[in-house]
T-cell receptor, first 115, second 112 residues
Framework: NAGVTQTPKFRILKIGQSMTLQCTQDMNHNYMYWYRQDPGMGLKLIYYSVGAGITDKGEVPNGYNVSRSTTEDFPLRLELAAPSQTSVYFC??????????????FGPGTRLTVT | QQQVKQSPQSLIVQKGGISIINCAYENTAFDYFPWYQQFPGKGPALLIAIRPDVSEKKEGRFTISFNKSAKQFSLHIMDSQPGDSATYFCAALKVYDYKLSFGAGTTVTVRA
């Protein structure tokens, strides 16, 4: 079991460029999440998905898009990158939170810099 | 608006000492309170969690104390070791709402 994998590990973007952060999990989890982590701010939820074909906005969705065509994959798309999107991005997954267990499993993160 | 307030921002403790991190929340609908541990360059990983029907949970050297009436919970790391040096996040979840709310994090440094 690889768990949750993310690519790339690092990326530098120029303002206005676009990119897709990849996330894959091999635990057959229904739920998947994207967070961003900024210094001293904890983790903020960007988007989440409760199953293939179903996505919804989290706390800070502006400037991002997601899709969930399979159980395993949950890519995050940045359109027209801005310096405010400089952050570390984490993908996570969990079982059905209504039944538990509620643990979220995190990937290793993608460090993105927009200049 | 931070739904879970965490303090202190950082702390330094000597090897063998006790590390204490405090969190407070406002929303009484929260019903699951995990703590995550994060090492530099890694993603957070679940350390220990508690439901509000118990006041304390212990796993090894890590203990959560939960005060439902005060809407506060804390993490105690007993006999702190250099390998415990990490950032710790408290969090809260409304089970049927799917979304974890994280505290801002506490960086713990254990000096040998």
């Amino acid at each position: 079991n690889a768990g949750v994998t993310q690519t790339p590990k690092f990326r530098i973007l120029k303002i206005g460029q676009s990119m897709t952060l990849q996330c894959t999990q091999d635990m057959n989890h229904n739920y998947m999440y994207w967070y961003r982590q900024d210094p001293g701010m904890g983790l903020k939820l960007i988007y989440y998905s409760v199953g293939a074909g179903i996505t919804d906005k989290g706390e800070v969705p502006n400037g991002y898009n997601v899709s969930r065509s399979t159980t395993e994959d949950f890519p995050l798309r940045l359109e027209l990158a801005a310096p405010s999107q400089t952050s570390v991005y984490f993908c996570a997954s969990s079982y059905n939170v209504n039944r538990g267990p509620y643990e979220q499993y995190f990937g290793p993160g993608t460090r993105l810099t927009v200049t | 608006q931070q739904q879970v307030k965490q303090s202190p921002q950082s702390l330094i403790v000597q090897k063998g000492g006790i590390s204490i991190i405090n969190c407070a929340y406002e929303n009484t609908a929260f019903d699951y309170f995990p703590w995550y541990q994060q090492f530099p360059g890694k993603g957070p990983a679940l350390l220990i969690a508690i439901r509000p029907d118990v006041s304390e949970k212990k796993e090894g050297r890590f203990t959560i104390s939960f005060n439902k009436s005060a809407k506060q919970f804390s993490l105690h790391i007993m006999d702190s070791q250099p390998g415990d040096s990490a950032t710790y996040f408290c969090a809260a979840l409304k089970v049927y709402d799917y979304k974890l709310s994280f505290g801002a994090g506490t960086t713990v440094t254990v000096r040998a």
